[in-house]
């Protein structure tokens, strides 16, 4: 079976290059050992998929080479996808920061995905895995998958990282790029929930279902979102963000109520709730079971009459500078995406192709670029896979 391009990996990506590819007039074989292409954008976004952001700009982005994304980003923006979305008729509003949902099931980008691919002519094979990839003598490439063999010119890894094993995901990517010379960046969990050790969890027990909106920290990082308590430790918008920058044994600093001067307010509180205990006064402000953390961890007691604003500043400090080390995160059981991958040194950022090794590109997740959490991982698929989606 002769091919012009074989792509490996049915997902966001993988969709995209495949069909750029067919709509120049290459023959395209779109392999993945998934039922169904697209599993992740299915599930994302609460099932809504936010498939991009308005505000996609390099900072927003994590890679051993910050300015790697740049060109294929600034090539095929949101603006461009949006177009795309547009043009298929599928109604999206925006949310909080930019991020972009449709405004109904995140399964109208699959079906505009795989419309482009029929109209590209693109032969997709599901539930075929990929045994190997080899380079051949008279250059091009030979696949074996599901115990056949194709060659094509151009070989496309688009086989996204480690997240959400249950999915099928794996670590083959990186095998593909050690195998023909290609570094690989330690891989981790990023976007992910973090997990408390025991005395935190005894201190927290009563928590898990409480979200507020908090400033999380972890070294030079700061987000300003939603954060939720759990049974295992914290999630929510804030801490996933942070936990892309937060290494183990570092120390997260979080502000659970910003903006707010509390010792000015609960000074204010003391001539009408003076006779409340410190507790109480504080939860007029906040959930009551947040409050008990607080005055615990501010090891105050006693009514609010009876503090002085030594012991004021004591509850100001707990809640505004709370500190603590996570024992670890979820995963990636529960990561959104994989922090790590192909190094970028071995790349060509117009093209997505290996220096060494012509006719064979890597996009997407399975590259060492991931973005924040809010569409901008799925508008890095979407550019990656166009810009090798143009040469390939």
């Known amino acids: 079976m002769e091919y012009d391009v074989i792509v490996l990996g049915a997902g966001a990506a993988g969709m995209f290059c495949a069909a750029e590819a067919g709509l120049r007039g290459r023959s395209v074989l779109l392999v993945d050992h998934a039922k169904r292409p697209g599993e992740k954008i299915r599930i994302s976004g609460g099932g809504r998929c936010n498939f991009t952001n308005l505000d996609v700009s390099p900072e927003k982005f994590l890679s051993g080479n910050p300015r790697f994304a740049v060109s294929a980003l600034k090539r095929y923006t949101q603006w461009d996808f949006i177009a795309l979305v547009d043009a298929a008729g599928i109604a999206w509003h925006e949310k909080t920061l ?18 482009r691919l029929a109209e590209a002519g693109v032969e997709m094979r599901l539930e075929t895995s990929v045994e190997s990839v080899r380079r ?15 060659r094509a ?46 005395g935190l969890l005894e201190r927290t027990a009563a928590l898990p279902g409480v979200s507020v909106s908090a400033r999380v920290s972890s070294g030079r990082a700061s987000f300003e979102e939603g954060l939720l308590f ?8 804030s801490v996933l963000q942070v936990s892309s920058y937060w290494n183990e044994g570092e120390e997260i600093a979080v502000d659970l109520m910003t903006g707010v001067d509390v010792v000015g307010q609960l000074m204010a509180d003391r001539s009408g709730f003076g006779k409340l205990s410190i507790k109480n006064a504080l939860a007029r402000h906040m959930p009551e079971k947040l409050a008990t953390l607080v ?25 505004h500078n709370w500190r603590f080390k996570p024992t670890g995160s979820e995963g990636y059981r529960t990561a959104e995406v994989t922090l790590g991958g192909v190094d970028t040194d071995g790349l060509d950022s117009r093209t997505m192709e290996a220096r060494a090794q012509p006719g064979l590109y890597f996009i997407g997740e399975v590259v060492d670029v991931t973005g924040w959490l809010g569409g901008y991982n799925f508008q890095w698929a979407w550019s990656s896979g166009w810009a090798a989606g143009q040469v390939c």
């Not at 051949?136 to 194709?150: D, F, I, N």
């Not at 759990?230 to 918008?237: A, E, M, Y």
């Not at 609010?304 to 500043?313: E, I, T």
């Open 153 to 198: 010119h151009s070989v496309v890894v688009a086989t996204g990282g480690k997240s959400i094993p249950k999915m099928g995901a794996t670590g083959f990517g990186y095998k593909i790029a050690e195998q023909f010379g290609l570094s690989v960046v330690p891989t981790r969990a990023g976007l992910v929930p973090l997990t408390f050790g025991p």
């Open 295 to 319: 005055v615990g961890e501010a090891r105050v007691a006693g009514t609010l009459g009876d503090q002085s604003k030594a012991s004021l500043a004591k509850v100001s400090e707990a809640l």
């Open 98 to 115: 930019g991020q972009l949902f449709c405004d109904g099931s995140a399964k109208q980008i699959i079906s505009m995905l795989t419309d």
């Open 230 to 237: 759990t049974h295992r430790g914290l999630s929510g918008p």
């Open 136 to 150: 051949l003598e008279q250059g091009g490439y030979e696949v074996s998958c599901g115990g056949q063999t194709a």
